[in-house]
């Protein structure tokens, strides 16, 4: 219940109010049955502009950080990721990867539908990257029909780092269902698999426009922190030295 009031009394009529999405490809989302939405992810916004727009539910599977951040703001936004159905995943380690098919699956199971960012993580520069072959499993061992989502914009109107978004209109995309069904049983198969988060990014990017990244972006990431100075990684501690030196 609390979820609908959210979607169609609070945060539904405020985002279309601010942001006046431009939808595309919406007959292209089932209006019964399961299915996963598989999207591209540039902003915090993401999480809440693509499910206001849709007229079924749909569930997330969500970082685990977002229901265990520390303090009064934690607290809310676990309260908050909570009522509105979404899954806290451990993205870390092999078997972590495991237990989110488990819980997408069982969403898919109850014919609803279910969304998932295929990169893993946010784009740090706007750029789309390698998909985690997740989506693929899930698609495959549940039969279920893929549908590509762009969100075009999110990243000018809430780059990292920023935390209020820019007012600036955004479109959402959805491209025609992808159907997997040729790879039935061949869940276990990497190649199949790798075959089918190709083919589910190839279709994002189509919608997107983004220059693609055929590298992790979780890697990247890491491998760029690794490469900055302490005055990069930690901006208060780079202010506390001009500091002292004046």
Do not use: W
Request: hydrophobic residues 40%.
């Amino acid at each position: 219940m609390f979820y609908y009031v959210l979607k169609y009394v609070v945060i539904g009529p405020l985002l279309r109010l601010f942001f006046r999405p431009r939808i595309e490809g919406l007959e292209h989302v089932p209006e019964d049955g399961a299915a996963i939405i598989a999207g591209n992810h540039l902003s915090f916004s993401d999480h809440f502009l693509m499910p206001a727009m849709l007229g079924r539910r749909i569930t997330f599977l969500a970082k685990a950080e977002y229901f265990t951040g520390p303090g009064l703001k934690g607290r809310l936004t676990a309260a908050f990721f909570h009522s509105i159905g979404q899954i806290p995943v451990d993205r870390s380690g092999k078997e972590a990867g495991q237990a989110a098919i488990r819980e997408g699956l069982k969403v898919l199971g109850r014919g609803e539908l279910l969304g998932i960012y295929p990169e893993g993580t946010r784009s740090h520069d706007g750029r789309l990257y390698k998909g985690k072959v997740g989506v693929a499993v899930m698609a495959i061992k549940a039969q279920v029909p893929v549908v590509p989502c762009a969100m075009v914009g999110t990243f000018e109107i809430q780059p990292p780092g920023q935390t209020i978004p820019r007012i600036k209109r955004v479109t959402i995309r959805f491209g025609e269902p992808l159907d997997f069904s040729r790879y039935a049983g061949l869940e276990n198969q990497k190649a199949a698999v790798r075959a089918v988060t190709d083919e589910i990014m190839y279709a994002i990017l189509g919608l997107s426009g983004q220059e693609y990244v055929d590298e992790y972006a979780a890697k990247v990431k890491a491998a760029q922190a690794e490469q900055a100075g302490p005055s990069e990684k930690f901006p208060k501690l780079r202010r506390r030295r001009r500091i002292r030196a004046r």
